[in-house]
T-cell receptor, first 114, second 112 residues
Framework: DTGVSQDPRHKITKRGQNVTFRCDPI?????LYWYRQTLGQGPEFLTY????????KSRLLSDRFSAERPKGSFSTLEIQRTEQGDSAMYLC????????????FGPGTRLTVT | DQQVKQNSPSLSVQEGRISILNCDYT??????FLWYKKYPAEGPTFLIS?????DKNEDGRFTVFLNKSAKHLSLHIVPSQPGDSAVYFC???????????FGGGTRVLVKP
């Protein structure tokens, strides 16, 4: 069990550029979650997958955001036309859905939009 | 609409003393509560949890208490150690595998 990994750990981009983040969950976990954390706040739910199906999206997820989990393993989160308000820590977590509550988090990707 | 609230943004305690962190929630559908610990530049790590059918769960120096009628839970750390200095998040879930709803966090500083 190598834990949840995320890549890159840090990303600095200019406003208007597109960025893509990757998350590799714990291999036996069927549910994968994306959260966003801004300074001084707790993580907020963005979206989740059960296997390859995206089952829920938060109102926080504007149409500039898209996420995929094509083979039910790793996931990508893309932000198009980034804005300064997108600057945050993007966290990925995985869990064996239907059985466990404890989600295991990756180290996060810190996005800075200049 | 904040469904989970941690009203104390920070807490300072002397090494060896007790740290008490509080959390309030409003959603009656929550049936499981978790505490996560977060160091800078790392993701949250699971600490301890409690089901809504229990009122206490203990794991070593960490104890979580749940008062369902008051929609309140607390985390006790005894004795506090300098390595406990971190941000602690309270989280809640409506069912196994469901999304977690987090509070805003409490920053704990344990002074040697």
């Amino acid at each position: 069990d190598t834990g949840v990994s995320q890549d890159p750990r840090h990303k600095i981009t200019k406003r208007g550029q597109n960025v893509t983040f990757r998350c590799d969950p714990i291999s036996e976990h069927n549910r994968l979650y994306w959260y966003r954390q801004t300074l001084g706040q707790g993580p907020e739910f963005l979206t989740y997958f059960q296997n390859e199906a995206q089952l829920e999206k938060s109102r926080l997820l504007s149409d500039r955001f898209s996420a995929e989990r094509p083979k039910g393993s790793f996931s990508t989160l893309e932000i198009q036309r980034t804005e300064q308000g997108d600057s945050a820590m993007y966290l990925c977590a995985s869990v064996w859905g239907g059985l466990n509550y404890e989600q295991y988090f990756g180290p996060g990707t810190r996005l800075t939009v200049t | 609409d904040q469904q989970v609230k941690q009203n104390s943004p920070s807490l300072s305690v002397q090494e060896g003393r007790i740290s008490i962190l509080n959390c309030d929630y409003t959603n009656s559908m929550f049936d499981y509560f978790l505490w996560y610990k977060k160091y800078p530049a790392e993701g949250p790590t699971f600490l301890i949890s409690i089901s809504s059918i229990k009122d206490k769960n203990e794991d070593g120096r960490f104890t979580v208490f749940l008062n369902k009628s008051a929609k309140h839970l607390s985390l006790h750390i005894v004795p506090s150690q300098p390595g406990d200095s971190a941000v602690y998040f309270c989280a809640a879930s409506e069912a196994a595998g469901n999304k977690l709803t987090f509070g805003g966090g409490t920053r704990v500083l344990v002074k040697p």
